[in-house]
């Protein structure tokens, strides 16, 4: 038997450096796709002091938690994106020094086709450093 095709939904650079004060633009990306992306829906993990969320060029944003470093229910509806790409960019303000992890919670994530069916994924999660 042959296991399902997987896409692979990823954050961030592996390492940006970027200065304090700085805004930071950071790609969502899903490739390996199957099938038609229809809607996504996932969370986002930062560390507080290092960076703070400040929105996306698409879609909702249920809930930002700059002190907790989360940014909630990221979430768009008729994306129509074929084979992979860049589903939404992220702004992040580079606040403080150190460094950052990026990261998607699995549980958090769903990404569904045309007909309401779940895209399976992995992730690569991102780091930030900030100077």
């Given at each position: 038997m042959n296991p399902s095709p997987v896409a692979t939904l990823t954050i961030g650079n592996r390492n940006d450096f970027v200065p304090a004060g700085s805004l930071l633009e950071v790609d969502v990306t899903l490739f390996g796709l199957t099938t038609t992306l229809d809607s996504y829906r996932f969370d986002v993990h930062f560390t507080p002091g290092v960076l703070s969320f400040s929105g996306t060029n698409a879609g909702t944003i249920g809930n930002v938690d700059n002190v907790g470093g989360t940014a909630a229910g990221i979430a768009r509806n008729n994306v129509g994106l074929n084979s992979g790409g860049t589903i939404v960019?992220?702004?992040?303000?580079?606040?403080?020094?150190?460094?950052?992890?990026?990261?998607?919670?699995?549980?958090s994530v769903i990404l569904l086709d045309p007909e309401g069916n779940e895209i399976p994924f992995t992730i690569q999660s991102g780091q930030e450093f900030v100077s």
């Open positions: 960019r992220l702004s992040f303000k580079a606040i403080g020094g150190g460094s950052s992890p990026l990261t998607i919670p699995e549980s």
